[in-house]
């Protein structure tokens, strides 16, 4: 009843019964391009669901990673508008993604600080920033982004954004490197018990860095994606944003304490997000801060399960 | 830094004889600098001291209408919904606690007191004037109690479910916003009743009225913690649960409060906050205050970790806060450089904190 793939599972059961629920009460819910839509729409917050995911993982947490978003797609913009070449651009966010995500690393890691209240700082940091570069949004004329944001690639029976693309394949890499790398394992042995990782020989120090490098690195990763979708840089993106990935990764099964779960979880907890979403638009009647409520709601039932089902493990 | 403790053995063996003048004042400097309170007191003397400098008439208090005017008292007037907020926050972290959904308590009270209270316009004796919806008390009670209803929420989850303190209150930080725009279907509710805004920016014996509230929460809970077993209860659940609960202390029933009356602090603050500004919004009221809350604690010298706390270092804190934001926006910098200091000051704060960087800093010496 407690392994990885309960949780996960109910996850999945509550995604196909919410699309079944949408399937039945409203005509063309069904869609495939509805379908796809989710993906496109939440193909930034799908990243930085899966930095996030490697992040909770470890044991750890990043809330700083919306504001990177803003602060990417400010720095993106303002350099594109220089007049920069726009992949030296994507280049350079998505290195000081990873510089940034490292930093706080290495600040929870070496001075033994408590990941929230660092990547709390760094949240503020980071939106601060942004409104040191402007006040205004600012608009993305480069003909790469617009392109970006215009093309659709053929997928089975509709189309996606290449932005989607790029967030499942960045899902496939990051499924693959923890199942079968020996980061992904130390990944997972470390959100464990850190203790013990440590005494096995595990190189702690560069795991815990390397995960907040790389949920750094899916945050500047889902301000380019998000730049793509909005075309401007502006410091008010993504408000809470770091609230819907902790929110997505803890309904896709994995426990906030650590070591436990799926980083495919992630998927599944956009999709559900992302459902939601489109359930109350599909309505029209329901007014969208609707999704805050039930999102608050989902949460609370999986802390719930997860909070009983490690009670049931420990006794048994 | 420290100087020299004085020898132990001779000294103190000698009795009643007077030590040498030098080695008594020493240790005495050194306690007064190793008090907790030293470094925020520190810090905010030195803000207030850059302000002396720089702001001319920052010292200067002048009287209108039998009311005190003056950037000093503005500043504290603007601190008190924070400081109200980081008294609740200082016992909850006092128990290895935390609580996020602070600003979204504060937009449901300030929502459901602004709704209920609302004001309609009557014409007495030829005479227009706004009479409340709902009669006050009630309306303030029925906030507060919202509010207690969000904190006992927290404490159940928290206590009784042992949910993890920051995900536990992330549910109801979420929802909560979500459910004050429901109420108020996601319109900015004004308020017009003249009363109501007594509590925001009214002002007794001379100071704000908000003020003296705070002083009162402050002097109820201090009396409470020193002069019952309580902050003792809460010190030793912070440095250890389960030795506290062996040791015959109901945690579960002392986390559950704290929790109660860190919303209960926040549903004041909430009361304030929509009574000064004369309106709610249930988007952006208190936003982001639990993480200026959590700064304050932390700047006031408690500990992250548990155990240790003082109330009047989160006062301190959160004066050092308002009287930085105060300052950036008098010196005419850009407002939102705020954010960029503030998190400067975090990590500082952090570092200072941390036994890791203490060691690397005395090996460096």
């Known amino acids: ?316 | 830094m420290a100087p020299p403790a004085p020898a132990p053995g001779p000294s103190g063996a000698s009795g009643p004889s007077t030590p040498p003048a030098a080695t008594k004042a020493a240790p005495a400097r050194a306690s007064l600098l190793s008090h907790s309170l030293a470094k925020p007191i520190l810090a905010l003397a030195a803000l207030l001291v850059l302000d002396i400098i720089f702001i001319p008439g920052f010292l200067s208090l002048e009287i209108k209408d039998g009311h005190l005017y003056g950037p000093l008292i503005d500043i504290l007037n603007r601190a008190a919904p924070l400081m109200l907020a980081a008294l609740g926050m200082t016992l909850v972290i006092a128990t290895r606690g935390i609580d996020i959904s602070v600003g979204a308590v504060v937009a449901l009270s300030g929502t459901v007191a602004a709704m209920l209270i609302g004001g309609t316009m009557v014409i007495n004796n030829g005479q227009p004037e706004y009479v409340a919806n709902t009669p006050m008390p009630l309306a303030l009670a029925a906030a507060l109690g919202i509010a207690i209803l969000c904190g006992a929420w927290n404490g159940v989850l928290v206590a009784g479910l042992k949910l993890q303190p920051i995900v536990a209150t992330l549910i109801l930080m979420v929802a909560g916003r979500g459910l004050a725009q429901l109420f108020t279907d996601g319109q900015i509710v004004t308020v017009y009743y003249e009363p109501f805004f007594f509590l925001g920016s009214g002002y007794l014996l001379g100071l704000p009225f908000s003020l003296w509230v705070v002083a009162a929460v402050l002097l109820v809970v201090g009396l409470l913690l020193k002069k019952t077993a309580l902050g003792l209860f809460i010190q030793s659940v912070g440095i250890n649960p389960v030795a506290a609960r062996l040791a015959g202390i109901r945690t579960a029933t002392l986390i559950f409060f704290t929790y109660v009356f860190c919303s209960t602090c926040a549903g004041m603050a909430g009361l304030m906050i929509s009574s000064n500004i004369k309106s709610a919004d249930a988007n952006n009221a208190g936003l982001l205050l639990e993480l200026d809350a959590i700064l304050a604690v932390t700047l006031g010298g408690t500990s992250l970790a548990g155990g240790k706390f003082s109330l009047v270092g989160s006062m301190i804190g959160a004066l050092i806060i308002q009287t930085l934001t105060w300052t950036i926006y008098s010196l005419g910098v850009p407002p939102e450089v705020n954010m960029v200091v503030k998190a400067i000051v975090v990590f500082i704060v952090c570092l200072s904190q941390s036994t890791g960087f203490q060691k690397l800093w005395k090996g460096r010496k």
């Open chain 1, 1 to 316: 009843m407690s392994a990885p793939w309960f949780t996960s599972l109910v996850t999945v059961i509550l995604l196909v019964v919410l699309l079944a629920a949408g399937g039945g009460a409203y005509e063309g819910f069904l869609s495939g391009q509805v379908m796809l839509n989710l993906l496109i729409d939440n193909a930034h917050l799908l990243v930085i669901a899966v930095g996030m995911g490697y992040v909770i993982l470890a044991g750890g947490i990043d809330l700083s990673v919306g504001s990177v978003l803003a602060l990417t797609t400010m720095i993106a913009a303002w350099l594109l508008n220089a007049g920069w070449n726009p992949l030296a651009v994507i280049a350079i966010v998505l290195a000081f993604g990873a510089v940034f995500g490292a930093f706080q690393g290495a600040l929870i890691h070496y001075f033994q600080l408590q990941p929230f209240i660092v990547t709390l700082a760094g949240m503020f940091l980071a939106r601060g920033l942004c409104y040191l570069i402007s006040i205004e949004s600012i608009t993305i004329e480069d003909p790469l982004f617009v392109a970006a944001s215009q093309t659709q690639i053929p997928f089975i029976g509709g189309f996606i954004s290449p932005s989607a693309a790029i967030a499942l394949a960045v899902l496939a890499v990051a499924i693959w490197a923890s199942r079968r790398t020996a980061f992904g394992r130390g990944v997972y042995a470390i959100g464990g018990n850190e203790q013990s990782a440590l005494m096995m020989g595990l190189d702690v120090a560069r795991t815990k860095i390397g995960v907040y490098a790389f949920s750094g690195f899916c945050a500047a990763l889902g301000g380019v994606l998000f730049a793509f979708y909005m075309l401007s840089g502006y410091g008010q993106h993504a408000q809470g944003t770091e609230l819907d990935a902790i929110a997505a990764v803890v309904i896709g099964g994995t426990l906030l304490t650590g070591g436990y779960g799926y980083v495919a979880g992630a998927l599944s907890g956009v999709l559900v997000l992302g459902t939601i979403q489109t359930l109350i638009a599909f309505d029209g009647t329901l007014s969208s801060w609707w999704t805050k409520i039930v999102i608050g709601g989902l949460l609370f039932l999986f802390c719930v399960v997860q909070r009983l089902l490690s009670a049931r493990s420990q006794q048994s």
